[in-house]
């Protein structure tokens, strides 16, 4: 990764952000700066999003009726529409539920968990019931070949 975030808290003195920026400049890096806030940047923003989409596609809708026909709606959008929309819509290279496979659930609903834990009044922080049920049955995404999707090892 290109990224460097630097934090920087009361406690950081001027000379060790410097010599962080510059090092992380010397070895290729673009390096921003932030607050010490959970996940920083990048996992403040990513984690809650990811959360969203799950959240999305469990979000149940009461039965209707269509034309006579009981149809049941489940969740927002699919799994797939929500990573196409992501995809096409947004030109995210990967949408939300793929990347949550790809990162581990197991992983990713620790760090909602801890945050969850310290911040209790954060909806965004708040873990997902499906997540917590694929890290039961083992479905942690790409490296157990099963997490929301089903991949090949």
Known sequence: ???L???RTPETSHDT???MMEWGKSIGKVCITCKDTPGFVVNRLLVPYIAEAIRMMERVFVTVCILQARVTFS????A?????A???GAGHPMGPIELADYVGHDTNLH???GWH???PDNPLFVPCDSERELVRQGKLGVKAGEGYYKYNK
């Open 111 to 113: 760090i909602l968990e």
């Open 80 to 84: 797939r529409d929500i990573d196409t």
């Open 1 to 3: 990764m290109k990224l």
């Open 117 to 119: 834990k310290k911040y």
């Open 86 to 88: 992501m995809k096409l």
């Open 75 to 78: 969740g927002d959008a699919s």
């Open 17 to 19: 952000y410097t010599a």
């Open 5 to 7: 975030e630097v934090i």
